[in-house]
C-alpha cells in the first residue's frame, strides 16, 4: 500500500483514500497560520525548531470561546469508528455524552484530546485504531477554524495497557525497575512509543513517577518503577526520553506523589502524611528528573497532602502545589493534565460543575474525562462569563497545549498510514527486543536445595495452577495457560489447572489430585494476603511432597505469605512477555538477572526486611 495520507470508513471496511490536495486543504487553516519563520515541525513529530508563539496566539485569537473551552477538555468516547460505531456504542454514547460519535462529539464541543480505552472499544487492532484517529482528525479540521486533536491514552505496559496485541507488549514499570537498565527503559519507551506514533496516539500517560513505598498500596504497585526515589527518577528520566524521541509526548504521574497510599482514589480520597522535608527527599525527586529530561505533560492526583496544601483540597484542585510547587519551585512550564475528572477521589468534596473550574484556577491546563462533558464544559464557559475565570487564563493553557501539538507534527500533518502501522506494529525486531529486556526483569527470591531451573529429565511433568486475572494486555490467554504453553515449549510436558485468586476448597482438592504423579507443580499467586485460600492451595500442594515453585504474578510481595515453598520469583505482571521470561527462569534457558525494587518486610514483623531493595538470586 503507497505512502499517503488515508482515513479509513470502519463502518464498511474499505478505505477511503484522500487525495494529498484534500489532506493539504483540510489542515491549511493551521499550516498556513505556521508555515513562515523559526517555528518548523516535522510531521515525524520530531522537533525542527523551536515554536513560534507569535503564530500560535494568532491562532487562539481567532477561536470564539466555546472553541477555547472545548480545547482544555480531553475525553473518552466509544466506539472502532469516528463516524460509524456500533449500535451499542451510538446508544452508550448518547447515555454518557449526548452525541452518537466520536465525530459528533468533536463538532459539539470542540475537545481538543480525546482518550483511548479498550473497554470503550476504540482499540481492537492497529488498522482500526489507526483509522479512527484519522476520522477524529478528520472530523475535527473540517470544523470551522478545525484544529487537531491530541490523541492519548494509558500505555504504561506491564499491567495497564490500552493498546494491547499484536502491538509489542513490555514489562511495566517494576520489572523495569527490577532489570535496573535505564537503557532498556528508554528502548521501551522508544519503541512503544513508535507504535503509539503509528497509529496517531500522541500522548501517552506514562511513565509513572510515582515511588512505591507502601506494599499495601492498592492502586499503584507494580505500576511504580520501585521503593528508591533515586532509582525510580532515573529509570522515569530514561522513559522519558524513549518516549519522546519516537514523537509521543510524555506524562509522569502521578504529581505530587501517589506511592504511599493505602487508599485507590478512583474510589475514594486518600491522604498522604508525608512531611514537606520527606516529600522533598522521596516524592518530588522523578518529577524533578522528569522536568530535567524535558517531559512534555505531568498528570495531577486526586490525592491530600496536607503539608503542601493544609486547604483539605485535591492536589488536582491546589494552586499551592500545582501553581506554587510545580510552577514555581520546579520550574515546570509544560501541560499539566488532570487524572481522570470521573473518579472519587476529585468529586468528594465539590461537584461536578465546580471540579473543572477549580482545577483552571490551580494551574490545570488540561481537563481529562469528566463524568459529564456537558457539565463541566458549560461550567467552564459559565465561568469565564461570569468573571470567575479570565479568557486570558483559557488562552494561556490553550497556548501550552498548542505549543505541544505543534512540538508533536499534528499542526503539519495528523493523519498516519496503513503503511506507518505495517512498518512499525508489532514488528519482528520490537518483539524480541521485548523478550530480550523481559529476560533482565525475572527475580529469584527463593531457590531451596537448587531446584531451579528445573531439570526436563527429572522434573518434566509439570501441572501450572493458580490465579487467572483478566488479561491486562489482550495477551494469548489465561496466565496459567500462558505458562504452561511456554513450558512444553521449553521441552516440559505442562498442563495448566485455573484456580483463581480465591481458590475454593472443591478447587484446591482438585488441585491437590491433579499434583499427584507431577514432577512439579508451579503456581502463579496473585497479591497474596494473610487470609487468602491462595495460601491454602500452597500449603496443600506443598504437603503431596511434589516441588512447588510460585511465581508472583503481580506483587513481589507474595514471597513474605509462601515461606515453604521449594523456590519463588518475581514476575510484576501476568503479561505474555513477563511470563514467557519467567519460564525461561524456570527451565534455565536464561538465568534470572533481576533484582527486587522495592523491600519486602516480614508478615509477623513489618518494621524488619525479609529481603530488601536489591536483593536476587542467580544461578
Known amino acids: 500500500m503507497r505512502e499517503g495520507a488515508h482515513v479509513r470508513d470502519s463502518g464498511t471496511g474499505s478505505t477511503a483514500r484522500p487525495s494529498r490536495r484534500t489532506v493539504l486543504t483540510a489542515t491549511a487553516g493551521v499550516t498556513a497560520a505556521l508555515a513562515a519563520g523559526p517555528g518548523a515541525y516535522a510531521a515525524t513529530g520530531r522537533v525542527t525548531g523551536p515554536h513560534d508563539d507569535r503564530k500560535l496566539r494568532g491562532l487562539i485569537s481567532r477561536m470564539?470561546?466555546?472553541?477555547?473551552?472545548?480545547?482544555?477538555?480531553?475525553?473518552?468516547?466509544?466506539?472502532?469508528s469516528a463516524t460509524a460505531p456500533d449500535q451499542a456504542d451510538i446508544d452508550a454514547n448518547l447515555k454518557e455524552i449526548g452525541v452518537r460519535t466520536a465525530a459528533e462529539l468533536v463538532a459539539k464541543y470542540r475537545v481538543g484530546g480525546i482518550i483511548y480505552f479498550a473497554w470503550a472499544h476504540n482499540t481492537r487492532d492497529p488498522h482500526q485504531i489507526a483509522a479512527l484517529s484519522n476520522g477524529i482528525q478528520k472530523a475535527s479540521l473540517d470544523q470551522p477554524r478545525g484544529l487537531p486533536v491530541l490523541i492519548s491514552t494509558d500505555q504504561e505496559h506491564g499491567i495497564v495497557a490500552r493498546v494491547g496485541k499484536p502491538a509489542t507488549p513490555f514489562p511495566g514499570a517494576m520489572a523495569l525497575g527490577a532489570g535496573g537498565s535505564r537503557s532498556d527503559a528508554r528502548t521501551a519507551g522508544r519503541i512503544g512509543g513508535a507504535e503509539l506514533h503509528a497509529l496517531g496516539i500522541r500522548q501517552d500517560y506514562a511513565p509513572d513517577a510515582d515511588v512505591n513505598v507502601n506494599p499495601a498500596n492498592p492502586v499503584?504497585?507494580?505500576?511504580?518503577?520501585?521503593?528508591?526515589?533515586?532509582?525510580?527518577?532515573?529509570?522515569?528520566?530514561?522513559?522519558?526520553?524513549g518516549y519522546q524521541e519516537a514523537g509521543v509526548a510524555a506524562t509522569?504521574?502521578?504529581f505530587p506523589g501517589h506511592g504511599d497510599t493505602a487508599v485507590d482514589s478512583h474510589f475514594g480520597f486518600p491522604v498522604i502524611e508525608h512531611s514537606r522535608e520527606l516529600w522533598t527527599k522521596l516524592d518530588a525527586a522523578p518529577f524533578r528528573a522528569a522536568i530535567r529530561a524535558g517531559i512534555d505533560s505531568i498528570m495531577t492526583a486526586h490525592i491530600m497532602v496536607p503539608a503542601l496544601d493544609p486547604s483539605g483540597d485535591p492536589a488536582t484542585l491546589s494552586s499551592p502545589i500545582l501553581t506554587g510547587?510545580?510552577?514555581?519551585?520546579?520550574?515546570?512550564?509544560?501541560?499539566?493534565?488532570?487524572?481522570?475528572?470521573?473518579?472519587?477521589?476529585?468529586?468528594?468534596?465539590?461537584?461536578?460543575?465546580?471540579?473543572?473550574?477549580?482545577?483552571?484556577?490551580?494551574?490545570?491546563?488540561?481537563?481529562?474525562?469528566?463524568?459529564?462533558?456537558?457539565?463541566?464544559?458549560?461550567?467552564?464557559?459559565?465561568?469565564?462569563?461570569?468573571?470567575?475565570?479570565?479568557?486570558?487564563?483559557?488562552?494561556?493553557?490553550?497556548?501550552?497545549?498548542?505549543?505541544?501539538?505543534?512540538?508533536?507534527?499534528?499542526?503539519?500533518?495528523?493523519?498516519?498510514?496503513?503503511?506507518?502501522?505495517?512498518?512499525?506494529?508489532?514488528?519482528?525486531?520490537?518483539?524480541?527486543?521485548?523478550?530480550?529486556?523481559?529476560?533482565?526483569?525475572?527475580?529469584?527470591?527463593?531457590?531451596?536445595?537448587?531446584?531451579?531451573?528445573?531439570?526436563?529429565?527429572?522434573?518434566?511433568?509439570?501441572?501450572?495452577?493458580?490465579?487467572?486475572?483478566?488479561?491486562?494486555?489482550?495477551?494469548?490467554?489465561?496466565?496459567?495457560?500462558?505458562?504452561?504453553?511456554?513450558?512444553?515449549?521449553?521441552?516440559?510436558?505442562?498442563?495448566?489447572?485455573?484456580?483463581?485468586?480465591?481458590?475454593?476448597?472443591?478447587?484446591?482438592?482438585?488441585?491437590?489430585?491433579a499434583a499427584q504423579g507431577k514432577d512439579a507443580v508451579v503456581v502463579g499467586t496473585y497479591n497474596v494476603s494473610a487470609t487468602s485460600t491462595q495460601k491454602t492451595l500452597v500449603s496443600r500442594?506443598?504437603?503431596?511432597?511434589?516441588?512447588?515453585?510460585?511465581?508472583?504474578?503481580?506483587?513481589?510481595?507474595?514471597?513474605?505469605?509462601?515461606?515453604?515453598?521449594?523456590?519463588?520469583?518475581?514476575?510484576?505482571?501476568?503479561?505474555?512477555?513477563?511470563?514467557?521470561?519467567?519460564?525461561?527462569?524456570?527451565?534455565?534457558?536464561?538465568?534470572?538477572?533481576?533484582?527486587?525494587?522495592?523491600?519486602?518486610?516480614?508478615?509477623?514483623?513489618?518494621?524488619?526486611?525479609?529481603?530488601?531493595?536489591?536483593?536476587?538470586?542467580?544461578?
Open 252 to 254: 509522569s504521574k502521578h
Open 325 to 513: 510547587i510545580l510552577r514555581g519551585e520546579l520550574g515546570y512550564d509544560g501541560v499539566v493534565v488532570t487524572d481522570s475528572l470521573g473518579m472519587e477521589g476529585v468529586r468528594t468534596k465539590y461537584g461536578d460543575d465546580r471540579v473543572p473550574v477549580l482545577a483552571l484556577k490551580a494551574g490545570v491546563d488540561q481537563l481529562l474525562n469528566p463524568p459529564s462533558i456537558d457539565t463541566a464544559w458549560n461550567a467552564v464557559l459559565r465561568a469565564v462569563r461570569g468573571g470567575e475565570l479570565t479568557e486570558a487564563r483559557l488562552d494561556e493553557s490553550i497556548l501550552r497545549v498548542l505549543r505541544l501539538k505543534a512540538k508533536l507534527g499534528l499542526l503539519k500533518n495528523p493523519y498516519v498510514t496503513d503503511r506507518g502501522v505495517d512498518r512499525t506494529v508489532g514488528i519482528p525486531a520490537h518483539l524480541k527486543a521485548a523478550d530480550r529486556i523481559a529476560d533482565r526483569t525475572t527475580t529469584l527470591l527463593v531457590n531451596k536445595e537448587g531446584l531451579l531451573p528445573l531439570s526436563r529429565s527429572t522434573r518434566k511433568n509439570v501441572l501450572v495452577v493458580g490465579a487467572d486475572p483478566a488479561s491486562p494486555s489482550g495477551s494469548d490467554g489465561p496466565p496459567t495457560t500462558v505458562l504452561a504453553g511456554a513450558l512444553t515449549g521449553l521441552g516440559f510436558t505442562a498442563t495448566a489447572l485455573s484456580t483463581g485468586t480465591a481458590p475454593s476448597q472443591a478447587t484446591i482438592d482438585k488441585a491437590v489430585a
Open 64 to 80: 470564539t470561546l466555546e472553541e477555547k473551552v472545548g480545547q482544555l477538555f480531553v475525553m473518552r468516547v466509544y466506539g472502532h
Open 220 to 241: 499503584i504497585g507494580v505500576r511504580s518503577f520501585g521503593a528508591d526515589p533515586d532509582a525510580v527518577a532515573g529509570m522515569v528520566a530514561a522513559q522519558v526520553k
Open 541 to 619: 500442594l506443598i504437603a503431596t511432597g511434589v516441588p512447588v515453585i510460585a511465581v508472583a504474578i503481580r506483587n513481589p510481595y507474595d514471597v513474605a505469605q509462601l515461606p515453604s515453598v521449594g523456590a519463588c520469583l518475581a514476575a510484576y505482571s501476568w503479561t505474555d512477555v513477563e511470563l514467557r521470561a519467567a519460564a525461561r527462569v524456570i527451565a534455565g534457558t536464561v538465568a534470572p538477572k533481576g533484582k527486587l525494587p522495592v523491600p519486602v518486610q516480614r508478615t509477623d514483623d513489618p518494621t524488619q526486611v525479609l529481603y530488601p531493595i536489591g536483593y536476587g538470586l542467580s544461578y
